[in-house]
């Protein structure tokens, strides 16, 4: 047990470092390493293809005569089971071999999409069968998030973890930009099925990457054994680790209210500046351009722990709330771009936080909670979101994720000052108690009832990691790790 806690210490210890400082090694340190590069190279691919099933499978859902709610359900139906199953998903990424399973996951995807393409080109499909597909894959998808996250930090460790996420959000929000645009070609050449067939087919570039790596170089965490309550105690674990909860939380609540631009985007350009689906595709490129050079600027940096993830909310929220006041379109666009720079730096900030404030053995399941909290509050924040701004106006749905965004940065700021006040000195050794103090052998101290309970570690962590200091409260240089640190950057996002 003590070894346990030690490490768990240690790694949050090395996170604080991190925290201080910035890499040496520019935008793209992490293509340094091999495995990485073939990683994001099939993911490059691979996600491409997801982004045009998305746009095909809303486009044959409405062909197949269904009204917006249909739509909504079977959009639901995607991420409903990432709410309901993804602590599993976790659990199942902490017992299996990291690569083994992404490439179980990714041939089941593909599988998936290749049906739902041979069902649409045939003309049998029917919605029912749609929505069970889709349901199937947001299945796959609870274990393989969790799965794919933390296999990032087995290529690169916990030095270039960091960059590696912001890297991968780049790649998501390029494909975002991307994978559209050929959507809509290939859906007036060949029709949606052609979307499905080619994303089954882009499964294949991430396959054998996987295929490709040296195994050598990776360092995989230990498969977790069976036990009855490990679903349960991973949930614990997280709650009782500040470094954890505090990040998860906000993400619950910021990815609930914030994240929901599907609903929120259309509105504002209908109603607010009595636009077209044009209008919309604009505001979504704008996002997605932003995102792409903010999380450029974002790789370049180093910053996590709960300060750098309150900083980078707060500028989400202010951002959002400068989109909501917005008067022209022209300001409007403008504003997307700087809400999307800031959101992949909240992303990236807090995916790069919780995985290294994790201890190994529990890095999957704590994974699967920060995709439920991301994914899985989608089917609860988007209708608060889309009544809210049917209620009061399009605008006051970007008002509301602002005000989520901002909220969760103050959160964590009452974190860091509540850990802080636990972990100060509640007394003085005065010459007189000093002559009354007993001299003890390590390892049996007796309880003093005038010295203050410290037993909770976690809070203590929280400290270190936003400050940058060793287990023993001492700062040192920049970027340093004790050398019992070695095996957390030995050790292994989106």
Not at 111 to 122: E, F, N
Not at 171 to 193: E, H, Q
């Amino acid at each position: 047990m003590r070894r346990t806690v030690t490490s768990r210490v240690v790694q949050r210890d090395t996170v604080g470092a991190h925290d201080t400082t910035r890499s040496r090694t520019g935008t793209f340190a992490a293509l340094q390493v091999p495995n990485f590069r073939l990683f994001l190279g099939g993911q490059v691919v691979s996600l491409c293809g997801t982004w045009m099933q998305m746009i095909a499978l809303g486009w044959l859902v409405l062909s197949l005569g269904a009204s917006g709610t249909e739509l909504g359900l079977v959009t639901a139906a995607q991420f409903l089971p990432v709410l309901l199953f993804g602590a599993y998903g976790g659990l199942i990424a902490d017992r299996s071999d990291s690569r083994r399973l992404l490439v179980c996951t990714q041939v089941s995807l593909a599988a998936l999409a290749a049906l739902l393409g041979i069902l649409d080109l045939t003309g049998v499909a029917r919605l029912w069968m749609v929505a069970a597909l889709a349901a199937a894959i947001g299945l796959i998808t609870a274990v393989d998030n969790p799965t794919r996250q933390s296999f990032v930090q087995e290529m690169v460790g916990a030095e270039h973890l960091p960059n590696a996420v912001t890297l991968n959000s780049v790649t998501v929000n390029a494909a975002r930009v991307v994978g559209p645009g050929i959507a809509g070609v290939v859906i007036s050449l060949v029709g949606t099925s052609g979307c499905f067939l080619l994303n089954a087919a882009s499964f294949a570039a991430v396959v054998l990457a996987l295929r490709r790596m040296d195994a050598s170089a990776l360092v995989p965490s230990k498969p977790v054994p069976r036990a009855p309550g490990q679903v349960r105690s991973g949930l614990t674990y997280a709650m009782r680790t500040t470094g954890l909860r505090v990040p998860l939380i906000m993400m619950a609540v910021v990815g609930a209210l914030a994240y929901e631009f599907q609903v929120v985007l259309p509105l504002v350009a209908r109603e607010t500046f009595d636009g077209s689906a044009a209008t919309y595709s604009l505001f979504t490129g704008a996002m997605g351009a932003g995102a792409v050079v903010g999380g450029l600027f974002v790789a370049r940096r180093r910053s996590v722990g709960i300060a750098a993830l309150a900083l980078a909310s707060g500028m989400f929220g202010v951002v959002l709330l400068l989109a909501a006041a917005a008067p022209t379109l022209a300001l409007e666009v403008v504003a997307l771009v700087l809400v999307g720079a800031a959101s992949v730096a909240f992303i990236a900030t807090g995916n790069a936080t919780v995985q290294l404030s994790s201890a190994p053995e529990m890095r999957g399941r704590v994974m699967a909670l920060w995709s439920v909290a991301f994914l899985g509050s989608t089917p609860v924040g988007g209708p608060i979101a889309g009544w809210v701004a049917q209620t009061f106006g399009a605008r006051a749905g970007l008002v509301l994720a602002g005000a989520a965004a901002v909220a969760g940065a103050f959160y964590a700021l009452a974190s860091l000052r509540k850990a802080a006040d636990r972990t100060r000195p509640a007394f003085t050794v005065t010459p007189e108690r000093a002559q009354t103090c007993q001299v003890v052998p390590a390892g049996s101290a007796t309880k003093d009832p005038d010295v203050p309970d410290e037993s909770d570690e976690s809070d203590e962590s929280a400290v270190r990691l936003s400050l940058g200091v060793g287990s023993a409260g001492r700062p040192g240089p920049a970027g340093h790790v004790s050398g019992a640190g070695r095996s957390v950057t030995a050790l292994r996002d989106v």
